[in-house]
């Protein structure tokens, strides 16, 4: 669906998901224990709570990464069905990352999935702004030289 879908709509898509995730900042804080960052995708870092892991010194490192699997798809699939039933199109978003950062700890983000948002807004930041910047600068420098 992405290379089918034109700019224009892909950010008319976008300004509808941000609007629907704005909306659902503090129930998915509550719910879910997920934050919104500035590109508008949720994160979370899940920890594995100690009732799955009963006694971590007989587990080997592939069983725990098997009980951490079925819980991070467990906690994905109830995010997912939040999201749609609250009014968001599964097409919009997707998971952009499951990272390991600790033993038993993992980062979660999903994001608008036509696009990855963050690098949205840092092509905004760092590449349109300043340029019409300096455009807008130079203009002035000109029409002031004249």
Request: proline letters at 3%.
């Amino acid at each position: 669906m992405k290379e089918r879908v034109n700019l224009i709509t892909k950010i008319k898509l976008f300004n509808e998901y941000k609007k629907i995730v704005k909306g659902l900042r503090s129930e998915i804080n509550t719910e879910f224990g997920a934050r919104i960052d500035n590109a508008y995708r949720i994160y979370n870092v899940i920890n594995l709570p100690s009732e799955i892991i009963s006694e971590p010194y007989n587990l080997r490192k592939s069983d725990i990464d098997q009980i951490s699997q079925n819980f991070i798809k467990e906690y994905s699939k109830s995010l997912s069905e939040f999201l749609t039933q609250k009014g968001l199109s599964p097409e919009l978003f997707d998971f952009y990352e499951v990272k390991k950062l600790d033993k038993y700890s993992y980062l979660v983000i999903i994001g608008f999935s036509l696009f990855e948002s963050n690098k949205y807004y840092d092509n905004i930041r760092f590449k349109i702004i300043p340029s019409i910047t300096v455009l807008i600068l130079t203009i002035l420098l000109i029409l002031l030289l004249i």
